[in-house]
């Protein structure tokens, strides 16, 4: 089938005298063959005929996309047009899918592919509609797709609904996919895990841009794995004696934890070892990998196709370099009830998995290991049966679901056992700074917030909102941007002035809830870029001018009592991460500081109690009370001498004879007490003004010949 379409498409580049690469070049190749196929022109002189009399290729594409329509529309009279729409290489799972809905005649599926390169050869009859043409999907009442973004010329009216690519754990499921992947352009995720209703995200709060989907919830329904029950059912089928497959499989990133020679080593070994089983070696599909030595052994077979179902139901042992969360060996322990092994070329430490794992770290432990598992068919078998269960929604039923999941979406009815999280339009009255602020504030997910900074970047927002974002969501582009900058000072201030920015544009018509969005954001990130600006910044004039536009933010009267609350749960906690929002509260709520010290001095914590006062001095160092505290701390931790001169700089700051109760003992049992009154002479106002005091403090003086004595 490709070598026809590239020929019409040099074709057509000819006439119109264009770049074969050209998208134009693509889509009007695949419409002339889907129409064609369809008849609606001659097959043997449908080239010709149809780019004849057109003097743009765009004139053409138009032409064949409305005669591509009226097939469509004619087709989908008597039935519910269900669009599968394969825009990007993996199409494994939404064809399971779309075989599933095909056999139904409830529903007339179509199957979308935007790419000849990327026609999936289990497709015979498929659609396409170019880039600009999305508009024309309108008939359709639900789309189905596996990957994202989708692109947002898709009309909102046409419910969207998510195939996983594989069987993820369950926190990933939720966290990841729902707010980094899904969330965004789908109504309807189809999860392959059970959901714990416990446990339900917190809303998605976005700009009217980023949401691509017409509902105001995105619903995660427990469907399971078509992939998954494939393999359980073909598996459970092969009886054990039956079995004869030894599996070795690469993941993704090859070569960045060995080389081909190892991987010989590795099948040679294998082929060797196991005479009476085949050694199926199976590389990632997208990779290239050389075809091995060990391919001359006879029971050695190299495995490319587009499926692994079938032999890897006949599998009695699978083998990996690398377990990832969303890999296969998931999918094929949890069906077969075999454990995977996972060998390593290079040492490392043993991971934590949700299913059981048999490690090696050298061909002896790897041989060892194979013979384990052969010589036990039921080790760890119960237990995963048991996590089957957990880990599985619907094992085996998968198909039997989803043309309810479908009519259910489409007539918005509630499914049974789904989870929806409120996906909120941000009003685009709000400035813009300050809709995206919202929007990356109400998102915990690192990945979820790198697809705002992409969304906006995509949108060709400014690049200090870009920036921004990725730079908070550990993005390696910018931190890129940050490294290679020759003003690093400068990219940082940029980010800072992004967030004060939107900070400063809260008022009273701001909701609650993104006030405190905002004010958890200023505490923890903002914090954590102030303190990186006072690092870099050498202008005092710049700092101070910074400085009041930061500390006005923060006194926002819509924001100030929610970035409270924030400090003090930071100040609450132990972790010395919190240091940076520490010193940026105590300046503005000192009382506050005090009370969470008092805190642990009650509860005789005297090292936290310490730590905390010490940052919160960094931000207020003149607060003699806070001094006084840290005095104290150190005697309890059996610090005299950092005590003494805490107390020392207390009385400094602020004249008070009460102290001198605890500061007369600790110079009276010091061996050299002057070097702690070589103040007195410039400062003899705050020595004590209570006699006791003084006749004590004097007749230390003449005991160690401190020439202070005259000023008593």
């Not at 690398?322 to 043993?350: E, M, Q, V």
């Not at 002035?497 to 008022?507: D, M, Q, V």
Request: one cysteine or more.
């Amino acid at each position: 089938m490709h070598t026809r379409l590239w020929e019409m498409r040099k074709r057509i580049a000819s006439h119109f005298s264009l770049v074969e690469s050209t998208p134009e070049c693509s889509s009007s190749t695949l419409l002339l063959d889907i129409l064609a196929r369809e008849k609606s022109i001659d097959p043997t002189t449908y080239l010709k005929q149809a780019i004849s009399g057109f003097s743009e290729i765009s004139e053409l594409i138009s032409h064949l996309v409305q005669k591509q329509l009226d097939i469509l529309i004619e087709l989908s009279k008597s039935q519910i047009p269900i669009a599968f729409w394969q825009h990007k290489g993996n199409a494994q799972p939404l064809w399971a899918a779309y075989d599933v809905l095909t056999i139904n005649e409830e529903f007339r599926s179509l199957w979308f592919v935007q790419d000849e390169l990327n026609v999936f050869s289990n497709i015979e009859r498929y659609w396409h509609l170019p880039d600009g043409q999305e508009f024309q999907l309108q008939f359709v009442q639900l789309l189905v797709a596996c990957d994202y973004p989708l692109n947002r010329r898709i009309p909102k009216s046409i419910k969207r609904m998510a195939v996983p690519h594989a069987m993820y754990r369950p926190e990933i499921v939720r966290e990841h996919f729902c707010l980094s992947r899904y969330g965004f352009s789908f109504d309807y995720f189809l999860s392959p895990v059970p959901l714990n209703q416990s446990n339900i995200p917190k809303p998605l709060h976005l700009p009217a841009d980023c949401i691509l989907h017409s509902s105001n919830e995105f619903t995660i329904i427990p469907a399971g794995y078509s992939s998954f029950d494939k393999l359980y059912r073909l598996s459970s089928n092969v009886p054990l004696e039956h079995k004869k497959y030894i599996i070795f499989q690469l993941t993704t990133k090859l070569h960045l934890d060995f080389t081909d020679d190892e991987i010989d080593v590795v099948l040679m070994t294998l082929c060797d070892a196991f005479t009476d089983y085949t050694i199926l070696f199976r590389p990632w599909i997208s990779e290239s990998v050389k075809v091995p030595l060990s391919s001359q052994k006879s029971n050695f077979e190299y495995d490319k196709s587009q499926s692994y179902h079938k032999k890897y139901s006949q599998a009695r042992v699978y083998i990996s370099h690398a377990l990832h969360p969303s890999d296969t060996y998931r999918t094929f322990s949890l069906a077969t009830g075999i454990p995977p092994i996972l060998h390593c070329f290079k040492p490392r430490p043993n991971g934590i998995h949700d299913v059981p794992v048999i490690y090696s770290n050298n061909i002896q432990e790897l041989v060892q290991a194979v013979h384990t598992v052969l010589s036990d068919p039921h080790l760890y078998r119960t237990k995963l049966e048991d996590l089957r269960q957990q880990y599985v929604a619907n094992p085996g039923r998968t198909a039997e679901h989803f043309p309810i999941y479908v009519k259910s979406a489409i007539n918005s009815q509630p499914i049974p056992g789904s989870m929806s999280v409120p996906v909120v339009e941000i009003p685009k009255e709000i400035p813009v700074e300050l809709q995206w602020l919202i929007a990356f504030c109400s998102l915990s997910n690192s990945n979820a917030r790198n697809r705002i900074a992409e969304m906006i970047k995509n949108e060709n927002r400014s690049s200090a909102s870009f920036n921004f974002f990725a730079f908070l969501s550990n993005s390696n582009e910018s931190f890129k941007l940050l490294y290679r900058s020759n003003e690093p000072f400068v990219f940082v201030k940029h980010l800072l002035g992004f967030l004060l920015r939107a900070a400063n544009s809260i008022n009273a018509n701001t909701p609650d809830p993104w006030r405190k969005l905002i004010a958890k954001h200023m505490a923890t990130d903002g914090a954590y870029l102030w303190t990186m600006f006072i690092q870099e910044c050498d202008d005092e004039e710049l700092l101070s001018a910074t400085r009041q536009t930061y500390y006005s933010a923060l006194r926002n009267p819509y924001l100030s009592k929610y970035v409270l609350q924030h400090s003090k749960m930071a100040m609450l906690a132990s972790d010395t991460h919190n240091k940076d929002i520490i010193k940026l509260a105590a300046p503005l709520f000192p009382e506050e500081s005090k009370t969470v010290i008092s805190k642990y001095m009650a509860e005789g914590d005297y090292d936290t109690a310490l730590r905390l006062t010490n940052s919160y001095l960094e931000g207020f160092p003149s607060d003699a009370e806070l001094h006084n505290v840290a005095g104290f701390c150190y005697l309890k931790i059996n610090q005299p001498d950092a005590a003494l001169s805490s107390w020392i700089i207390s009385i400094m700051c602020k004249p008070q004879d009460s102290l001198w109760s605890r500061i007369l003992p600790l110079l009276e049992s010091e061996p050299e007490p002057s070097r702690f009154l070589n103040w007195a002479q410039s400062c003899p106002d705050r020595l004590p003004q209570e006699k006791r005091y003084r006749v004590r403090l004097k007749k230390l003086c003449v005991l160690k010949k401190i020439p202070i004595g005259s000023l008593l």
